[in-house]
């Protein structure tokens, strides 16, 4: 593996910064009827709170495999992951649930977003699962989207609003919740090239007001610009981890 030299910027804005994620020698390994495929095959690394992270590199390069794994979606073969100190292998198929709900939040390429609800009431889903009361869930959407500049849209429904901007409800929802990451499997890969930057750096300004940790994967290295650290993914091994502001 190998690592640049932060500049003075950027090795500040990780120095004393708590380790959010810790991920030691993971391995993933599919069983495809008689085939096996490894997807990723010894993976480790260490993101502290606070970074702006994207991970890219060519298809099954195993990028879906460590998203699915640093989001608590998928558990690696072997391997330690450790969430603020927590280690995810020791816990119930509940606390890991319940964990995943208050730490991470979730961007998806196809948004995911239910038709038939407005922004808003997409956006009060994840508090509604929380358990939060309806007008504290109301308030906390609004200003979700409001964050994001959809606060003109609360009540527009997916199909009459743009890719750009069904992707911006995607975040405000990923954020809503107040988590500790945000994980972003390939969130421009159904926007042109206008919104891609464009969502990028809405992501890249969340990060900075909210200290949130954000991890995107992307096939697009003009994205990489925006960036704080890019990690090249090959043949499910870290090829390069390179650190950029």
């Known amino acids: 593996m190998v690592r640049s030299t932060a500049s003075e910027a950027g090795a500040a804005s990780t120095a004393g910064a708590q380790v959010l994620l810790d991920l030691r020698d993971i391995k993933r390994r599919y069983v495809l009827g008689e085939a096996t495929v490894e997807a990723l095959r010894g993976v480790s690394l260490r993101i502290h709170q606070g970074e702006f992270v994207a ?9 879906s495999s460590l998203m699915n794994i640093l989001g608590l979606v998928d ?12 280690p995810i292998g020791q816990l119930s198929d509940d606390a890991l649930t319940d964990l995943r709900s208050r730490k ?10 239910i038709p038939v609800l407005s922004a808003l009431e997409n956006v009060m889903v994840p508090l509604q699962i929380q358990g ?10 609004t200003q979700a989207l ?5 606060e003109n849209q609360l009540h527009a429904r997916p199909d009459k609003m743009s890719g750009g901007q069904r992707q911006r409800v995607a975040i405000a929802r990923a954020l809503v919740t107040e988590p500790s990451l945000v994980v972003a499997d390939e969130p421009t890969a159904n926007l042109d090239s ?5 969502v990028v750096q809405l992501m890249r300004e969340l990060n900075r007001s909210k ?11 003009r994205l990489l610009d925006l960036v704080d650290r890019k990690l090249l993914l090959k043949d499910g091994l870290l090829h390069t981890d390179e650190t950029v502001r």
């Open 55 to 63: 991970i890219w590199g060519p298809s099954g390069s195993g990028k």
């Open 75 to 86: 558990a690696p073969t072997s391997g330690e992951v450790t969430l603020e100190g927590t």
């Open 104 to 113: 991470v939040g979730f961007v998806f390429q196809s948004f995911n977003l």
């Open 132 to 141: 939060v009361g309806a007008s504290q869930a109301r308030e906390r959407a």
């Open 146 to 150: 409001k964050d994001v500049a959809l």
């Open 194 to 198: 206008e919104n891609s930057y464009m």
């Open 211 to 221: 200290r949130v940790t954000f991890i995107f994967t992307t096939h697009d290295p």
